[in-house]
C-alpha cells in the first residue's frame, strides 16, 4: 500500500503563508548578518565625526582667515601659514616640545619596560606593587606640579639641597632652558611611567611560558631571553605605547603651564620652555587672534604625524621586522 503524500501545511485565518514567512526569515537573518555590526559601531564613528572629524576641518577653514575672536574675519589664504614660518617665537615653542619630548619619551618608555620585567618577575607583594605604579597617574596634575615645582625651588628646593652636598651650585630651574627641560621631564616621566608598565606587563602576561622553559634548556640567560623573546614579542604594545606618548610629548601642555604657574602661557620669562600647545592657547585666548592660533595647531598636527611616523620606522625594526 503506497503511503499518501504529506499534504502542505495550510496557513490559518489571519496567518502569512510558510513561504513568506520562510522569506522573511531569511531577509531578517541577512540584515542582522550585514547590517547589525554596522549599528553596533556606529555610535564610535557619529561620535568621531561630530568631535574630530568637524573641528579638524573647521580649524583649517579658521586657519586660512585673519580671524579675530570678537571682530573681522577676512580669507588670506596661507598667509597665517607663512607667518608662522617666520615667527621666531613658534619655532622657539617647537624646539622647546622636542626637547621636552625626548627628554621625557625615551626615559619614560626605557624605565616602564625594566619596571614591567620587574614586575612580572615571582616576587613577593606583586600585587601592591602593580598597583603602587599606578598612583601616579591617579593623583592630581596639579598637586603633582605643586610638589615638583616646590622639589625644584632655587633657595629651599630639595633637589638643590641633594646636588649641595656635591658641591653643586644651586640652580635656577625655571630660568634656564634645558633645567626647565630637565625638571618638566621628571614630572612627566613620574606620572607616566607606570601607566605603560601596566601595559607592557600585560602583554608580558601573554608571551607563552613554554618558550622560556626551552630558552633556559638551552643555556639561555635571564637577559639574553628578555632582549632575544620578551622584547621581540612584545612588539607591538611597544609600538602602542611609543606612538601614545609620541602624542602625549608633542601636546605636552599642563606640567609646564602648571611648573610657570602664568596664566599667560609665555612659558618663562623668555619663553623657555613654553610648548607649542601652550603657544597656540596663548594666541586664541590672550591675543585673541583664532586664525594665528588655528593654523599653529594645524602644523602641531603635522608634528605629530611626523613624529608617529619617524617612531614607527624604528619600532618596526624590534624583532627582526624589514
Do not use: C
Not at 149 to 159: E, F, I
Not at 267 to 280: E, L
Not at 292 to 307: D, E, Q, R
Amino acid at each position: 500500500m503506497t503511503p499518501h503524500a504529506a499534504a502542505p501545511a495550510q496557513a490559518g485565518p489571519g496567518e502569512r503563508p510558510p513561504a513568506v514567512r520562510r522569506r522573511d526569515g531569511a531577509l531578517f537573518a541577512r540584515f542582522d548578518l550585514l547590517v547589525t555590526p554596522y549599528l553596533f559601531v556606529s555610535p564610535y564613528f557619529v561620535l568621531f565625526v561630530l568631535f574630530g572629524v568637524f573641528p579638524l576641518g573647521y580649524t583649517l577653514w579658521v586657519s586660512l582667515h585673519d580671524w579675530e575672536l570678537a571682530g573681522d574675519r577676512a580669507f588670506v589664504g596661507a598667509g597665517n601659514y607663512l607667518s608662522l614660518v617666520a615667527d621666531e617665537a613658534f619655532w622657539n615653542a617647537v624646539v622647546n616640545t622636542l626637547g621636552m619630548f625626548v627628554l621625557s619619551t625615551v626615559p619614560q618608555l626605557v624605565l616602564a619596560l625594566l619596571l614591567a620585567n620587574a614586575l612580572n618577575k615571582r616576587i613577593r607583594g606583586r600585587l601592591a606593587l602593580r598597583m603602587g605604579v599606578l598612583l601616579p597617574l591617579v593623583t592630581s596634575v596639579v598637586a603633582v606640579a605643586v610638589v615638583f615645582t616646590q622639589l625644584y625651588g632655587r633657595d629651599y628646593g630639595m633637589v638643590n639641597w641633594f646636588l649641595g652636598l656635591f658641591g653643586v651650585d644651586a640652580v635656577s630651574w625655571q630660568n634656564e632652558k634645558w633645567s626647565a627641560w630637565i625638571a618638566i621631564s621628571t614630572m612627566v616621566d613620574w606620572r607616566w611611567t607606570g601607566y605603560n608598565a601596566i601595559i607592557l606587563l600585560a602583554a608580558m602576561q601573554t608571551i607563552p611560558g613554554d618558550l622560556y622553559e626551552a630558552a633556559s634548556l638551552d643555556g639561555a640567560s635571564a637577559r639574553r631571553q628578555f632582549w632575544r623573546i620578551t622584547v621581540p614579542m612584545l612588539r607591538p604594545t611597544i609600538v602602542f605605547t611609543v606612538f601614545v606618548s609620541t602624542i602625549g610629548g608633542l601636546t605636552l601642555f599642563t606640567e609646564p603651564v602648571m611648573f610657570d604657574g602664568n596664566p599667560t602661557m609665555s612659558g618663562g620669562a623668555t619663553g623657555q620652555y613654553q610648548t607649542v600647545a601652550m603657544f597656540v592657547v596663548k594666541e586664541a585666548f590672550r591675543d585673541f587672534d583664532l586664525g594665528y592660533a588655528s593654523a599653529a595647531a594645524w602644523l602641531l598636527f603635522v608634528l605629530i604625524l611626523l613624529g608617529t611616523l619617524v617612531n614607527h620606522l624604528l619600532t618596526r625594526r624590534i624583532g627582526g621586522a624589514g
